[in-house]
């Protein structure tokens, strides 16, 4: 007979190429990574998604003002 204690029964929550994030028991999030494996609690999950997404939001805007032209300053022609 199996303990109950034993057996983590996880819930399938998000998956994309290379993730898998799952609910574990105590309100854990597991995610799995390439090569990389989280157990978190779920406290500590919201925080970081949180701080994640806002990060993607600052280099989403840093890429975009690199992508603009750099202006310079020219004088008329003719002129010196």
Excluded: F
């Excluded at 819930?11 to 105590?26: F, N, R, T, Y």
């Excluded at 603009?68 to 002129?79: A, D, M």
Aim: hydrophobic residues 45%; glycine residues 6%.
């Amino acid at each position: 007979m199996i303990d109950d204690k034993l057996m983590d029964v996880r819930v399938p929550l998000a998956a994309a190429e290379g993730v898998v994030v799952e609910l574990g028991q105590g309100d854990m999030i597991h995610v799995e990574l390439t090569q990389v494996s989280l157990r978190l609690p779920r406290q500590d999950c919201e925080r970081i998604t949180s701080a994640m997404a806002r990060a993607m939001v600052r280099l989403r805007k840093i890429e975009e003002l690199r992508k603009q032209p750099q202006l310079r300053l020219v004088g008329n022609v003719g002129e010196e």
